[in-house]
């Protein structure tokens, strides 16, 4: 699959992507650049990001005498 950058440095993502992704108009991207590649990394909205710590124990995370 290849795009096209416009006149105006814009890319559209093709409609095949946008809906195996579930993309939405007005989504935020992270732009990572490594070694001469561009990844768009979608960003979750809060909402989405809600309860997903839900259950998680601190203490599996760390022992007491590893805090400072």
């Known amino acids: 699959m290849e795009v096209v950058l416009s006149p105006k440095y814009q890319i559209v993502i093709p409609r095949e992507v946008r809906e195996n992704l579930g993309l939405e108009k007005g989504q935020k991207f992270a732009v990572i650049v490594k070694n001469g590649v561009i990844s768009l990394v979608p960003v979750p909205s809060l909402e989405e990001l ?19």
Do not use: L, Q, T
Not at 56 to 64: L, S
């Open 50 to 68: 809600r309860g997903m710590a839900k259950g998680i124990e601190m203490r599996e995370i760390r022992e007491d005498e590893e805090r400072i």
